[in-house]
C-alpha cells in the first residue's frame, strides 16, 4: 500500500515553518511586496511543506497547494472570461470561498499550474502529483453566465482541463488527479459527468485518479468503474455508508482509501485504520490500493495535520510488517 | 396591540476605541479591568441609541463577545483552543476543540444581560449560539458522534436559557446559521433546539443565515422556537415566495436591511418591501430588523441601517393603524 495525500497543506504553522504567508499577502494586497517577492514566500513554504511530507514518509506527494486559496480559483483567475465574485460556503464546511462567474467565452492562454508544478517537483525527489477540480466540481463551484446550458459549459471546462492536464504531463506530473467533491451533493447527471471526465483525460498517458469526497456516494461507485481513469478515490470519513459501498462494488480502479479524517482533530488509532484496511483487503488486492486522509490536510491546525501524516505512515508500516 | 415590533439581530459594530483596546488587551498590554469598562461604556451607548432610534426591543450589541462561538467555547469546560486555520482568503482563526465532557462551570451571558437590562425599561433580547452550530463548527475529540455532541452542547445552552429566563429575560434567541448547511442533519439540530427550548415561557428566537432556504423552508415549521429570523434583503425578498406556498405557523423576524452592503436602504423601499411582506405574513407575525448581526459595518452604517428600519416600520404601522 502507498501512502499519499490528497491536496493541500496548512500554510501556516506557528510550531514549524512560521506564518509568514500571511503578513506577506497582505503586504502584497498593499503593494509593498512585488508578485516576484511573494512567489518566493509561497515557493519557500512550499519547500518546507513537502519536507513536512518526506519527514512523515509519505510516497507520492502534492505541492501542498500553497498558493491555492481553494480548488477553482487558481484556474478561473487564469481563464479569460471569468470574473471572481462574493463569498461562497465551501460545501458542507465553515469555510468560504470566492465564487467565479463566467461571463464571456472562457480563454486558457496557456499553461497555468506548470511553472509552480515544476518548482514543486524539483523540491523532492519522490513522485508529486499534479491536482486539478475536476470538470463537474469546476461548474457547479461557478456561475455560468454565458452558455446559460449546463451541458455546454460542462464539456468546455473538460476541454480546459484537459489542455491543462496535457501540460502538466509533459511538466512530467507521473499522476494527474481531479477532484470532485461536487459529485458528493444533490442529484448530480452521472452521465454527463462520466463524459466530461472522459474528455478531461483523453489522451493522457500519465496515471489519472478521480477523488471523491465530502458528502455522500450515492451509488456512485458502481457507474464510476466506467470512468476513464485509473485510481478512484473514497472518502470513508463523510459517508457513513462508504465502506459498505467499496465493499458491494466490483473493482476494476485502484482504490485511493481516504481513511483518516481530514476534517476533524481527533487522531485515528493503529487498530481501527488496520481494521479498515482488513475490509478493503477482501475486496481488492493491496497492491491496487492506495491510502491518503480523506481530504486535504488544510481544514486541520499544522500539528494535526502532521500527526496525521506520520499516523497514515505508522498504520501502513505496521500492517504489512504484520 | 402590538404589531411589527423592531428589533436587532444581535452583535453590533464595536468603536474603534474598544477594537483597539481588545487587540491590546490581547498582546498584554491593556489591563483586564479597563477593557471591561470600555465594554460597558460602548454597551450603555449601544443601549443609548437604540433607545433614541426607537427600537422595541434591545440588544447589548455584544460588545465583549468576538466569535459566537469561541466567546462560549472560552467559557466553557471541555473545550480547548487550536492552533490557527484558515477561514477564507488570508483570513485565519483558532477552532474550538472539544477535549473533555462539556460542562458550564459559570453563567456565560446572564452577568451582560443584566447590565444591559438595567439601563433600560425596554425588553432586551438574551443572545445565545445554539449547540447544532457551536458543534459543526468546532472539532471535536470527545465525543463519539456529531449527535452525542449537540446533544451535551444542547443540555449547557438550556442552562443558560434558564438561567437568562430566570433573570427576566422575556425574548431568547439562540442562533443556528449552521443549521442550513447539512439538511440531513435538520433532525439532529431541531432534536438538540429542543433540548434548549423545552419549558420556556419566554419567547424563543433562532437566527439561520446563508444557505439553501429552497430546502429548508418546509421544515422551518417543526424548528421548536417561537420566532424564526431570516435575511430578506439581501435575497431582494424572493424568500418571500417560499412562503406563499408554505404557512408559517411561527413568527417571522423579517431582515429587511442587508447587512453586507455599505449603502443605506431608502425608507421608500423597506416600507415597499414591508407591504410585500404583509401580503404573505399577519402584523402580528412579523418583527423587523436588519438581515443579520451589524457587526461588520461602521458605527454610522449601524445607525443609519437601524434607523431607516425604525422610520419605515412606523410609516407601515400607522397606515396600517388609520
Ligand atoms: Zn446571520
Same mark, same amino acid.
Given at each position: 500500500m502507498i501512502t499519499t495525500v490528497v491536496g493541500n497543506f496548512p500554510?501556516?504553522?506557528?510550531?514549524?515553518?512560521?506564518?509568514?504567508v500571511i503578513s506577506s499577502i497582505s503586504r502584497w494586497q498593499r503593494k509593498e511586496l512585488s508578485d516576484a517577492e511573494l512567489e518566493g514566500v509561497f515557493q519557500g513554504i512550499t519547500k518546507a511543506v513537502i519536507a513536512e511530507h518526506e519527514r512523515a514518509g509519505i510516497d507520492v506527494l502534492t505541492?501542498?497547494?500553497?498558493?491555492?486559496?481553494?480548488?477553482?480559483t487558481p484556474l478561473a483567475k487564469k481563464i479569460e472570461g471569468f470574473e471572481i465574485n462574493g463569498l461562497e460556503r465551501?460545501?458542507?464546511?465553515?469555510v468560504y470561498y470566492r465564487r467565479p462567474i463566467l461571463r464571456k467565452a472562457p480563454v486558457r492562454r496557456g499553461p497555468i499550474l506548470v511553472d509552480e508544478y515544476r518548482a514543486a517537483k524539483a523540491c523532492t525527489s519522490k513522485p508529486v502529483k499534479a491536482v486539478l477540480p475536476g470538470p463537474y466540481t469546476f461548474v457547479k463551484l461557478t456561475e455560468d453566465?454565458?452558455?446559460?446550458?449546463d451541458s455546454r459549459f460542462l464539456r468546455k471546462i473538460a476541454e480546459l482541463l484537459n489542455e491543462e492536464a496535457k501540460a502538466l504531463e509533459a511538466a512530467g506530473a507521473p499522476i494527474i488527479q481531479f477532484d470532485e467533491p461536487?459529485?458528493?451533493?444533490?442529484?448530480?447527471?452521472i452521465k454527463l459527468i462520466l463524459e466530461a471526465i472522459a474528455i478531461a483525460t483523453r489522451g493522457v498517458k500519465a496515471t489519472t485518479a478521480l477523488y471523491l469526497y465530502f458528502?455522500?456516494?450515492?451509488?456512485?461507485l458502481e457507474p464510476l468503474?466506467?470512468?476513464?481513469?485509473d485510481i478512484l478515490g473514497v472518502d470513508v470519513a463523510s459517508d457513513p455508508q462508504a465502506v459498505g459501498a467499496i465493499r458491494k462494488v466490483k473493482w476494476t480502479k485502484q482504490l485511493a482509501l481516504g481513511c483518516l479524517?481530514?476534517?476533524?482533530?481527533k487522531l485515528e488509532s493503529v487498530t481501527e485504520l488496520h481494521a479498515l484496511f482488513d475490509v478493503v483487503a477482501k475486496r481488492l488486492p493491496l497492491d491496487r490500493v492506495c491510502v491518503n486522509p480523506?481530504?486535504?490536510?488544510?481544514?486541520?491546525p499544522y500539528e494535526q495535520a502532521v500527526q496525521k501524516l506520520r499516523r497514515l505512515v505508522e498504520a501502513v508500516q505496521t500492517y504489512q510488517g504484520r | 396591540m402590538s404589531m411589527l415590533l423592531t428589533t436587532s439581530v444581535g452583535s453590533l459594530p464595536k468603536p474603534d476605541y474598544l477594537a483597539t483596546a481588545r487587540s491590546r488587551a490581547r498582546k498584554g498590554e491593556l489591563d483586564p479591568k479597563e477593557l471591561r469598562r470600555l465594554e460597558e461604556q460602548a454597551t450603555r451607548d449601544w443601549i443609548a441609541r437604540q433607545e433614541e432610534l426607537g427600537i422595541d426591543i434591545i440588544v447589548d450589541?455584544?460588545?465583549?463577545?468576538?466569535d459566537m462561538v469561541a466567546y462560549f467555547a472560552e467559557q466553557l469546560e471541555g473545550f480547548q483552543t487550536s492552533s490557527l486555520v484558515r477561514s477564507y482568503g488570508n483570513r485565519y482563526y483558532r477552532k474550538p476543540v472539544i477535549a473533555k465532557k462539556i460542562r458550564?462551570?459559570?453563567?456565560?451571558?446572564i452577568g451582560w444581560w443584566k447590565f444591559a437590562q438595567g439601563l433600560t425599561k425596554r425588553p432586551v433580547k438574551g443572545m445565545l449560539t445554539g449547540p447544532y452550530t457551536i458543534m459543526d463548527w468546532s472539532f471535536n475529540e470527545?465525543?463519539?458522534s456529531r449527535r452525542a455532541t449537540a446533544l451535551a452542547l444542547a443540555e449547557v445552552v438550556r442552562e443558560e436559557a434558564k438561567g437568562l429566563e430566570r433573570a427576566g429575560a422575556q425574548y431568547i434567541q439562540i442562533d443556528e446559521?449552521?443549521?442550513? $448547511? =447539512?439538511l440531513d442533519e435538520i433532525d439532529l439540530a431541531i432534536e438538540a433546539l429542543g433540548i434548549v427550548t423545552k419549558g420556556l415561557r419566554a419567547k424563543t428566537i433562532t437566527h439561520i443565515c446563508y444557505g439553501n432556504f429552497q430546502a429548508l423552508a418546509p421544515k422551518l415549521?417543526?424548528?421548536?422556537?417561537d420566532q424564526i429570523d431570516l435575511e430578506f434583503a439581501n435575497r431582494k425578498f424572493e424568500l418571500l415566495d417560499a412562503f406563499k406556498r408554505l404557512k408559517l405557523r411561527k413568527e417571522i423576524g423579517l431582515g429587511?436591511?442587508?447587512?453586507?452592503?455599505?449603502r443605506i436602504e431608502s425608507r421608500e423601499e423597506v416600507v415597499a418591501n414591508l407591504k410585500k411582506a404583509l401580503k404573505v405574513f399577519k402584523p402580528e407575525q412579523i418583527y423587523v430588523d436588519?438581515?443579520?448581526?451589524?457587526? $461588520? =459595518?461602521?458605527v454610522d452604517e449601524a445607525v443609519g441601517k437601524l434607523r431607516v428600519v425604525v422610520e419605515a416600520t412606523r410609516a407601515v404601522r400607522e397606515e396600517l393603524l388609520n
Open positions: 500554510k501556516v504553522a506557528e510550531a514549524g515553518f512560521g506564518t509568514k505541492d501542498g497547494q500553497i498558493r491555492w486559496e481553494d480548488l477553482v465551501w460545501f458542507d464546511n465553515n453566465r454565458y452558455y446559460k446550458n461536487a459529485l458528493g451533493f444533490g442529484k448530480p447527471p458528502g455522500h456516494l450515492n451509488g456512485f468503474q466506467k470512468a476513464p481513469v479524517d481530514a476534517r476533524n482533530t480523506s481530504c486535504g490536510l488544510e481544514f486541520l | 450589541g455584544e460588545q465583549y463577545r468576538g458550564r462551570k459559570r453563567p456565560m451571558t470527545y465525543y463519539p446559521p449552521a443549521i442550513s $448547511t =447539512r415549521n417543526r424548528l421548536p422556537v429587511v436591511v442587508d447587512v453586507h452592503s455599505h436588519p438581515d443579520c448581526g451589524l457587526k $461588520t =459595518r461602521t
